[in-house]
C-alpha cells in the first residue's frame, strides 16, 4: 500500500522511510520463509541423481522403498562429505540434512505411518544415515574398499552380481571424484556435476 504526500511536507516523508525500515525488519523477523531454502536445489538435485534410473537397472539397487532410500542416502552422504572439510558450509550441510529429515518424514506419512511412529522411524533412518557417512568417509579415504560399503549399506546385506555391483562402485567413484573439482559455492547453488 502506497501513501500519498499530498501538501505534506518533507518531514512526513522521512516519517514514512522510518515506517517502511521498521516494516522491513518485522517482515524478516515473522516471515513464513525458511533459512534452508537456500538448500532445496542441492537437495532436490541429489535426489534426481539417485533416482536415476542406471542405479536400478545396471546397478541393481531395489526400486523399493529402501532401495530408494540407501540411494538418496548414499549421494547424499557423498555430497555431505564434499562439504565437511569447508567451514563455510557447515551450516548448509545442517541445513541439507534438516530438508533430508523432513522429506523423509513426509515420505514416510505419505505411505500412512501415523504420528506416534513416524518418529521412531525417523530416528532409525537418522541413525542409518550416520552410519552411512561414516562407511563412506572410510571408503571414499581407501580405507576400506567401497564395494564392501556398498554390500553393507546399499545392498544390505543381499548384493546382486559382481557386474551390477561394478557398475555402482564405478559410478559413484566417478560421481566423487567429479564432486572434488567442483567449487564449493556451485555445490551449494545445486550444481551437481
Known amino acids: 500500500m502506497e501513501y500519498r504526500l499530498g501538501k505534506q511536507g518533507p518531514a512526513q516523508f522521512s516519517v514514512y522511510s522510518g515506517h517502511r525500515k521498521t516494516m522491513s525488519i518485522f517482515h524478516r523477523l515473522f516471515s513464513n520463509?525458511?533459512?534452508?531454502?537456500?538448500?532445496?536445489?542441492?537437495?532436490?538435485?541429489?535426489?534426481?541423481?539417485?533416482?536415476?534410473?542406471?542405479?536400478?537397472?545396471?546397478?541393481?539397487?531395489?526400486?523399493?522403498?529402501?532401495?530408494?532410500?540407501d540411494m538418496v542416502a548414499a549421494i547424499l552422504s557423498a555430497v555431505l562429505l564434499r562439504l565437511e572439510p569447508h567451514p563455510q558450509a557447515r551450516q548448509q550441510s545442517v541445513w541439507l540434512t534438516e530438508i533430508f529429515v523432513d522429506d523423509m518424514d513426509g515420505q514416510l506419512r505419505q505411505i500412512g505411518i501415523g504420528d506416534m511412529i513416524?518418529?521412531?522411524?525417523?530416528?532409525?533412518?537418522m541413525s542409518a544415515l550416520g552410519g552411512r557417512l561414516s562407511a563412506y568417509r572410510t571408503a571414499f579415504a581407501g580405507a576400506e574398499s567401497l564395494d564392501e560399503a556398498l554390500v553393507r549399506n546399499l545392498y544390505r546385506g543381499d548384493?546382486?552380481?559382481?557386474?551390477?555391483?561394478?557398475?555402482?562402485?564405478?559410478?559413484?567413484?566417478?560421481?566423487?571424484?567429479?564432486?572434488?573439482t567442483c567449487e564449493v559455492s556451485d555445490l551449494l547453488d545445486g550444481k551437481l556435476p
Open 33 to 69: 520463509t525458511d533459512a534452508r531454502d537456500e538448500m532445496r536445489p542441492l537437495y532436490e538435485a541429489i535426489v534426481a541423481r539417485a533416482r536415476e534410473p542406471h542405479w536400478y537397472a545396471q546397478g541393481g539397487v531395489p526400486d523399493t522403498l529402501d532401495g530408494r532410500f
Open 118 to 125: 513416524v518418529g521412531k522411524h525417523i530416528g532409525k533412518m
Open 159 to 180: 548384493p546382486p552380481a559382481a557386474p551390477e555391483r561394478d557398475h555402482v562402485v564405478q559410478s559413484l567413484t566417478t560421481f566423487w571424484q567429479d564432486l572434488g
